[in-house]
């Protein structure tokens, strides 16, 4: 039975951090889930995303280029160009899973004119500092309000 209960949770962060990174970490540490296997449980799903959205990604830059016609991309004062420009792939892959998430971020990237490969590697990157640093700040704050 406590093996079924361990899958459930573990298999209820790995849901949630699909879509949702920061909820996800919080959720597993609240269910008493160790924080090194919270973070990489997160972590795998985040990369999941990733490499979903990569493997669809010639389709879905196809369609987002017919809906936009380039114009995400090709506007010089469009925002996501903007940043786009400024920060290029590795900023994106850094701020993606506390800002759009995997899905959105290799989605944006993608139409951004990014090498899949080069992606994966940096989206994977990316979550895993973010795991490391959001688990351990989670884990201490909850460690900090039990004890007191």
């Keep these: 039975m406590e093996v079924a209960a361990l899958l459930a949770k573990l298999g209820g962060v790995f849901a949630l951090a ?16 160790s924080p090194v ?25 196809a369609r987002l280029m017919k809906r936009f016609g380039g114009k995400v991309a090709a506007s010089a004062d469009s925002p996501i160009r903007r940043a786009w420009d400024r920060y290029g792939l590795l900023g994106l892959c850094l701020l993606a899973p506390v800002t759009t998430g995997s899905q959105i971020g290799t989605a944006v990237a993608l139409a951004l004119g990014a090498p899949s490969r080069r992606l994966l590697v940096w989206m994977g990157v990316g979550a895993a500092l973010w795991a490391v640093a959001l688990t351990t700040v989670v884990a201490l704050g909850l460690s900090a309000v039990r004890a007191g």
Excluded: K, N, T
């Design 18 to 33: 699909f879509f949702s990174f920061w909820a996800a970490i919080s959720m597993g540490v609240a269910l008493g889930i």
């Design 37 to 61: 296997v919270v973070g990489v449980i997160v972590w795998i799903s985040y990369a999941a995303g990733v490499l979903l959205v990569v493997a669809l990604g010639e389709p879905l830059r």
